[in-house]
């Protein structure tokens, strides 16, 4: 919920990492390096490979010191060392200090995974995506750390042994290599969230209650209703910087990221530039003039005609955009885990603000299933440059433990450790009064110095790694990981959920009203990592995505309906000229091994239990 995805928290690793959460996208745009810089990675991934992992000696001594641990983390989202609670914990337990190296804040995308590797030494925590054959590389160059060793009291990691075969199968070597994301215990046919869609339209609920609940069917209503709640929220306010819509361009990667994720609301998911709808049997591309991602475009340029998108639209950042949400000057959201998470403090809720689920009758959100062999798309791996690695090992299996995930829980969830946000009450985990703040608004609130002091965001892991479904059941309180679907939780009563629930036919949670109402489509949940691209046709890729994210744009700000299709035009012909049609022959052989995929972990998940 706090950050994103960075990515992937994909269940269909294909590709692009977005900062707070995962939706499935398509294959990233990759970084170019120079050619001195590749040269020097490829000599030493072949020299590393003479020293192969499978060599390595299993050293399980410990010289018991505090120690700094370099973490190569290929989807955070800080950088330095770990501050505040979190530091706290894992320096009692551990005596280890994290020292993350993060590209996505050094900048250079793929140049510092590249500089490092060609060093020899990646990290001694590592933390990477494993798609287009990066691990079996990593692997073969000997820079991972074969954890098999290990393994002799690791309760946690041989419980979800399942990820580690088939980060193995990935890796293309005998070993334990890592772990994936999210490992479930639960069916892989049954949704993963139980709360809420990671993507689904949600609006500030105060407002569309003052202009009387009106009926949306469909996406041409939407405009029509959103526009009213703008004029409504200026009047109210007396401010004209209240937009409906703010878009950004940060994360747009192989299309228009804020079009992208609404075919999320009507059941699809994307590998590359090709679109499918649930389990994978129906598909479209982005250049169909009647499919779903030029649907979205045409919402959001029929919203821009309307006068109800932030003009900065196209020159912010997704931290500008934050901070006018945490300001209350956006009305609609894409995500269930932005607004929310920014606006709906307990005390908005107790004056009936905030934002709620949209009733937006034709929508059928996307929803991915559990993971059982979880996400390897991306994984948590040791180093073979790594003192200590037992005490590592350790760490990796606390991480995947009940108290590790209340630790250090990310992407969908807020860490809430127990003793400082929770206590068992009566039998139930029920939120303390620190915990409801940190939980809901952890904005300005400080932690007691006994637990580490500073600010509670600020504490919080910068692993920016899930390790189990946050819906998943912890054994020892018998509910989810997930606070908000506590019994205690949902037993709590406001103004804002109690008129939300009463014209959403009494639904208590966001997938009670989908499922109420058929409005979620369920993707078996199966980890998929693509495979290695040649270079030409990553030159190919980046040079169509780059013409479908530049005429997007252009066709959602353009002055009329005929300038709009014209774009549209635009966007088609390019693409077509630049050689779609062999991309996309490439993007539905991988859709249909991931829908294979699917099929597989569903039999086996069967024939288990």
């Not at 196209?314 to 932005?338: G, H, V």
Request: aromatic share 10%; charged share 20%; with cysteine.
């Amino acid at each position: 919920m706090r950050r994103f995805f960075g990515m992937l928290k994909s269940h269909h690793i294909s590709s692009d990492h977005y900062d707070r959460h995962s939706w499935h996208l398509s294959r990233a745009t990759r970084s170019h390096v120079g050619a001195a810089i590749a040269l020097l990675t490829s000599a030493s991934l072949v020299l590393a490979g003479c020293g192969s992992a499978s060599s390595q000696s299993a050293d399980t001594s410990d010289d018991g010191k505090m120690m700094t641990v370099d973490v190569f983390d290929q989807i955070g989202n800080v950088g330095g060392l770990q501050k505040g609670w979190f530091a706290k914990i894992i320096k009692d337990k551990f005596k280890i200090r994290l020292n993350y190296i993060t590209p996505n804040v050094s900048g250079g995308g793929d140049s510092l995974f590249d500089t490092r590797t060609a060093a020899g030494n990646l990290g001694d925590l590592i933390i990477t995506n494993t798609g287009d054959g990066r691990l079996a590389k990593l692997v073969k160059a000997g820079l991972l750390t074969d954890m098999t060793p290990y393994m002799k009291n690791e309760t946690y990691l041989k419980k979800f042994k399942s990820s580690a075969q088939q980060v193995e199968k990935l890796a293309g070597k005998k070993g334990i290599w890592g772990y994936g994301q999210d490992v479930s215990d639960r069916s892989p046919s049954e949704p993963a969230e139980i709360y809420a869609p990671k993507a689904a339209p949600y609006i500030m609920w105060n407002y569309y209650r003052e202009i009387g609940y009106p009926r949306i069917k469909n996406l041409d209503d939407f405009v029509g209703v959103l526009k009213r709640m703008q004029d409504q929220a200026r009047k109210d306010t007396g401010k004209n910087d209240i937009w409906a819509l703010s878009l950004f361009k940060d994360w747009d990667g192989n299309a228009m990221a804020n079009a992208q994720i609404m075919t999320n609301w009507y059941g699809f998911w994307q590998e590359g530039q090709v679109l499918a709808y649930g389990n994978g049997t129906q598909r479209q591309t982005s250049l169909d003039r009647k499919g779903i991602y030029q649907k979205t475009l045409r919402f959001l340029h029929k919203c821009e005609a309307a006068g109800i998108v932030d003009p900065d639209s196209s020159t912010q950042s997704w931290d500008q955009r934050t901070t006018k949400m945490n300001n209350e000057k956006i009305l609609m959201t894409f995500w269930s885990w932005d607004g929310k998470l920014k606006v709906n403090s307990a005390e908005n809720k107790a004056k009936g603000v905030g934002f709620e689920l949209a009733p937006l009758e034709d929508q059928k959100d996307y929803v991915s299933g559990n993971l059982p062999n979880g996400n390897i798309g991306s994984i948590i791996a040791i180093g073979s440059k790594a003192k200590n690695k037992q005490r590592l090992v350790n760490f990796i299996n606390w991480l995947y433990s009940p108290d590790g995930m209340y630790s250090s829980a990310a992407v969908s969830g807020t860490p809430c450790p127990k003793g400082l946000c929770w206590v068992m009450k009566n039998g139930q985990p029920a939120l303390t009064d620190f915990g409801e703040k940190a939980f809901y608004n952890p904005a300005g609130l400080n932690v007691p110095a006994s637990w580490g002091g500073g600010g509670f965001a600020e504490g919080q892991s910068g692993l920016n790694f899930q390790t189990v479904n946050y819906s998943d059941i912890d054994p020892s309180t018998h509910e989810p990981f997930d606070p908000r679907v506590w019994k205690s939780e949902l037993a709590k009563k406001n103004p804002l959920d109690s008129d939300w629930s009463a014209h959403m036919g009494g639904a208590k949670t966001d997938m009670e009203y989908l499922e109420k109402h058929h409005e979620y489509v369920v993707q078996p949940g199966a980890s998929y990592a693509s495979p290695e691209e040649d270079s030409q046709i990553s030159t190919v890729r980046n040079q169509i995505n780059t013409a479908i994210i530049q005429h997007s744009w252009k066709a959602v700000v353009a002055n009329s309906d005929a300038g709009f299709d014209s774009e549209i035009s635009k966007m088609i012909d390019t693409a077509n000229g630049l050689g779609f049609a062999k991309i996309q022959k490439i993007d539905d052989a991988n859709i249909a091994a991931h829908v294979k995929a699917c099929d597989e972990v569903v039999a086996q998940y069967k024939a288990k239990h």
